[in-house]
T-cell receptor
Framework: AQRVTQPEKLLSVFKGAPVELKCNYSYSGSPELFWYVQYSRQRLQLLLRHISRESIKGFTADLNKGETSFHLKKPFAQEEDSAMYYCALSGTSYGKLTFGQGTILTVHP | GAGVSQSPSNKVTEKGKDVELRCDPISGHTALYWYRQSLGQGLEFLIY????????KSGLPSDRFSAERTGGSVSTLTIQRTQQEDSAVYLC????????????FGPGTRLTVT
């Protein structure tokens, strides 16, 4: 069975502060990990995927297989980063996603 | 081009009634997914369609839920004899062939069962 855990339902930081959204997973094989984001009144959209090793909007995420984690980080949070963030895992060949429960990030001015 | 569209955007129904939710995927996308988003539950996978293959129905929570995809395009999710616990936002996503991991989501249908 595959599972994704996001331990924080709510996370608040001030603008300019570092932010880390935690994600842990459980999967016996080699997973594909993703972060999806949903801004207010917008659709859920892909933020980044671990195999691309990109930095998107200043966010990065490193897959740590030893700790089975895929935490999302940004050194200096901005107000426009306020959104719901979902960590997701795909263990199948066709991309079926298992999502975590989501973390609502609020960045205060 | 147009993204994934869903209708209706909001649906309020009485307990025990049947509802149909519609999804129009992005043209040319071969895979289509349904998810349910509810408070405290995150996003739950419901069902997956890929071309003419048999759908993966492993996420459907009960036999009251069914879905079909006609002509490899539009999909309809049907919930029979709705219950209050069915209240949620139902999301549809589609993916293009060869890039199955980036899912393009629709705006969702908010279902409220009273």
């Amino acid at each position: 069975a595959q599972r994704v855990t996001q331990p924080e339902k709510l996370l608040s930081v001030f603008k300019g502060a570092p932010v880390e959204l935690k994600c842990n997973y459980s999967y016996s094989g080699s997973p594909e990990l993703f972060w999806y984001v949903q801004y207010s009144r917008q659709r859920l959209q892909l933020l980044l995927r671990h195999i691309s090793r990109e930095s998107i909007k200043g966010f990065t995420a490193d897959l740590n297989k030893g700790e089975t984690s895929f935490h999302l980080k940004k050194p200096f949070a901005q107000e426009e980063d306020s959104a719901m963030y979902y960590c997701a895992l795909s263990g199948t060949s066709y991309g079926k996603l298992t999502f975590g429960q989501g973390t609502i990030l609020t960045v205060h001015p | 081009g147009a993204g994934v569209s869903q209708s209706p955007s909001n649906k309020v129904t009485e307990k025990g009634k049947d509802v149909e939710l519609r999804c129009d995927p992005i043209s040319g996308h071969t895979a289509l997914y349904w998810y349910r988003q509810s408070l405290g539950q995150g996003l739950e996978f419901l069902i997956y369609f890929q071309g003419n293959s048999a759908p993966d129905k492993s996420g459907l929570p009960s036999d009251r839920f069914s879905a079909e995809r006609t002509g490899g395009s539009v999909s309809t999710l049907t919930i029979q004899r709705t219950q209050q616990e069915d209240s949620a936002v139902y999301l549809c996503a589609s993916t293009p062939s060869g890039a199955t991991y980036e899912q393009y989501f629709g705006p969702g249908t908010r279902l409220t069962v009273t």
